[in-house]
């Protein structure tokens, strides 16, 4: 059970890692090493222009390249106007060139990081769906014996990790309302050595109780679902009006630190997965 546990929490955490890494990836302004490749790139096409032609590329660099404002798409449009206004170039060169350009102009706007964050929200949460069904049925598996009193029904003594997912999910799948609710489920099946869902802290059951509550306008846009969050934003964060949620977890934290919102609502999963591992002996 041991093997199993441990690769079902390293498997968890590298999910989540590897969806961080990926929105750094995406949203973050580009590295400078990445404009420096751009750069070079764009040196590669003036080599090989003539005179006149490369000084026009030259003093069009100089024009762009300070990040422009607007979408990617947006930036790419201008520097094409720029580009057929000012390069007398054929149109191949002239399509490297703006790609080169757009690479060192354009950053994501903000519209676009809110969706991908947002975006994001939905795989993080059905990760952690999955990971908690799985390790209720994993430790289950290790002893039946609280299930069957609550059921009031025989199982075999070492069910197999098939049949505990079956116990747990049912027909259809496994459903709680929250932190707190999936306390009291395990609590009510699993014996205390095998059961470590308590070990989740108050503060990260309210975190990640949230971020399900930002989860459930993400998925829906109800206006049911708007009035839950607008409520916890106005009676947790004091926010006196609606954001949406991409807008929301993008913000920082407090003035004084450039930690995002989103950061916190991670850390409470990793710190819940953690304490969970602790009490497994993981």
């Known amino acids: 059970m041991k093997k199993d546990l441990s690769?079902?929490?390293?498997?968890?955490?590298?999910?989540?890692?590897?969806?961080i890494n990926l929105?750094?990836?995406?949203?973050?302004p580009l590295s400078d090493l990445d404009k420096s490749k751009a750069?070079?790139?764009l040196s590669k096409i003036c080599e090989k222009l003539p005179a006149p032609e490369k000084s026009q590329v030259t003093k069009?660099?100089?024009?762009?390249?300070?990040?422009l404002s607007g979408e990617r798409s947006e930036v790419e449009d201008s520097l094409s106007k720029i580009c057929e206004k000012e390069l007398s170039v054929p149109e191949k060169v002239k399509a490297k060139i703006i790609e080169s350009?757009?690479?060192?102009?354009?950053?994501?706007?903000?519209?676009?990081k809110d969706e991908v964050y947002e975006s994001f929200v939905l795989k993080i949460c059905v990760t952690w769906e999955t990971f908690i069904e799985d390790l209720l049925a994993l430790c289950l598996s290790k002893d039946v014996s609280q299930y069957s009193e609550y059921m009031d029904t025989r199982f075999p003594k070492r069910p197999s990790k098939e049949?505990?997912?079956?116990?747990?999910?049912?027909?259809?799948y496994f459903d709680y309302k929250n932190v707190g609710d999936l306390k009291r489920i395990s609590k009510n099946?699993?014996?205390?050595p095998y059961n470590p869902f308590p070990r989740i802290s108050t503060i990260e059951s309210h975190k990640i109780d949230e971020f399900f509550q930002i989860r459930n306008y993400v998925a829906h846009r109800s206006r049911v679902a708007k009035r839950s969050l607008t409520r916890l934003y106005r009676e947790t964060y004091h926010l006196p009006a609606f954001q949406e949620p991409g807008a929301f977890l993008l913000s920082s934290l407090h003035e004084k630190t450039k930690e995002i919102r989103f950061g916190e609502y991670i850390r409470a999963f990793i710190n819940a997965t953690d304490a969970m591992a602790k009490h497994l002996g993981v």
């Open 189 to 192: 099946i699993l014996l205390t």
């Open 60 to 67: 069009l660099l100089k024009r762009v390249s300070i990040p």
């Open 23 to 28: 929105l750094v990836k995406i949203c973050e």
């Open 39 to 41: 750069k070079t790139e």
């Open 101 to 112: 350009l757009t690479t060192i102009c354009s950053p994501l706007s903000d519209p676009e």
């Open 163 to 172: 049949l505990c997912g079956t116990l747990i999910s049912g027909y259809r």
């Open 7 to 19: 690769s079902l929490f390293d498997n968890f955490l590298a999910k989540i890692n590897w969806y």
